[in-house]
């Protein structure tokens, strides 16, 4: 898996079924026990939300790192009252770390590019964006375009918008629209999503993609074809499909 995607370090978990959330949980297993090995004193940590996020804070392991800084890498306010995990992704991370998250008070996509470009300006939330671009470990998984995404839930997108993403996308990655090659597949789109850039991810010393289960492995593809993580963590029957 390393040679064949050039990647640093693949962690893969053994799920004792294809179940969604035993799934999520060997995964969270994973990534915790990876964190706990990897992460150093002074390292900025940047963290995105949603089911497989709330799966690794929830098993995260306690430790006695000093000055760690916690920094979300996309936009937290969600339009609907579907649960986002942001509130114990927060809570957990702080915990662990001994640390208060930096949290982006904003929505993940704005009406349009202007209102957005204003609004990060802000002296606070641009302070907050700078972090995320110096994060020494990005922990992020990647979106379906399934019509029960998360993503989709959340409230962003009409019903015409979503049948173009599922037509042109083969997912998100921090929400930001890539095809199977990994390129941004709506401009505009991306103008106006508050999350940091994509190109940004790369820098990481680890850039951990953490993603499994079937449906997501369009998505896991397109992540890897664009060379966006350094490091997976995925299930084994994922594993054998990308190989």
């Not at 449906?215 to 593809?221: P, Q």
Request: net charge positive; proline share 2%.
């Amino acid at each position: 898996m390393k040679k064949k995607y050039q990647l640093k370090d693949v962690i893969i978990s053994i799920p004792e079924s294809n179940e969604t959330a035993e799934i999520l949980s060997s995964l969270g297993k994973a990534t915790a026990r990876y964190l706990d090995k990897k992460v150093k004193d002074n390292d900025v940590i940047g963290v995105s939300w949603g089911k497989t996020l709330v799966s690794v804070a929830r098993q995260l392991i306690p430790n006695d790192r000093k000055n760690v800084q916690v920094v979300y890498l996309k936009g937290t306010v969600a339009n609907s009252t579907h649960n986002n995990y942001v509130v114990e992704v927060t809570k957990c991370f702080n915990k662990c770390y001994h640390t208060q998250a930096q949290i982006l008070p904003l929505p993940l996509i704005f009406e349009n590019k202007q209102i957005k470009e204003m609004v990060i300006k802000d002296k606070f939330i641009n302070e907050i964006l700078d972090t995320g671009k110096r994060t020494s470990m990005a922990l992020f998984t990647v979106e379906t375009t399934e019509q029960d995404a998360t993503l989709f839930e959340l409230g962003y997108f009409n019903d015409q918008q979503i049948k173009t993403l599922q037509e042109k996308a083969a997912g998100g990655l921090v929400s930001r629209f890539i095809d199977e090659r990994g390129k941004i597949v709506d401009d505009q789109l991306n103008d106006r999503t508050v999350a940091i850039a994509l190109d940004d991810l790369k820098q990481a010393r680890e850039s951990v993609l953490i993603a499994g289960g079937m449906n997501k492995l369009k998505a896991i593809k397109a992540a890897l074809a664009g060379k966006y993580a350094n490091v997976l963590v995925t299930d084994s029957l994922v594993a054998q499909h990308l190989l």
